[in-house]
């Protein structure tokens, strides 16, 4: 007899975790992001990728990757967007955008300080020392485009 309330207890506690993880998924994306600039001659791209399903290479090589998104081209000094509050969607989560300290220049990296989804904050970000361009790693042997990872958020 004791056993067996302990048993429906436990299933029914169960078949509630099962809820509500599934309800947190369908609100956020649930693992972490990376930010980083993929840089070529005329230009860069801040993208937008997940570090434990998308490798640098693939995130410099993946533009049919869904783990794997572009924020803004900036193609000779026209940057195509803000950065911040910028809607985006990465892996079918939509409703991304980056939260900014400050106000943005057009054209410049802005201090990216956490991620929303759908107006809640999901992710918190933090730069990452060198991140900008100075020790990025080449996509390829031709060393023609690099990228670097700019800011960690999760
Ligand atoms: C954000 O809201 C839109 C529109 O309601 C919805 O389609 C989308 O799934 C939401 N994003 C997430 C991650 O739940
Ligand atoms: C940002 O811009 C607003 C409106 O232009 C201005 O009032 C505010 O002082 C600016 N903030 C910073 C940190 O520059």
């Known amino acids: 007899m004791f056993n067996l309330k302990t048993t429906t207890l436990f299933l029914a506690g169960s078949v509630l975790s099962l809820f509500s993880s599934v309800s947190a998924q369908d609100t956020q994306y649930p693992e972490p992001i990376t930010l980083g600039i993929l840089g070529y001659p005329h230009g860069h791209q801040l993208l937008a990728w997940s ?13 049919e990757k869904p ?3 572009v924020i803004q081209v900036d193609n000779s000094g026209y940057p195509s967007n803000p950065i911040c509050n910028h809607v985006f969607s990465l892996d079918g989560y939509e409703g991304l955008e980056l939260l900014c300290a400050g106000n943005e220049t057009l054209g410049t990296m802005p201090q990216v300080t956490a991620i929303a989804t759908n107006g809640t904050q999901t992710h918190r970000c933090v730069e990452l020392p060198y991140g900008n361009g100075f020790y990025s790693t080449p996509c390829d042997e031709t060393h023609i485009t690099s990228i670097s990872q700019s800011f960690a958020c999760q």
């Open 51 to 63: 570090p434990t399903r998308t490798s640098m290479v693939d995130a410099c090589n993946g533009y």
């Open 67 to 69: 783990t794997r998104t």
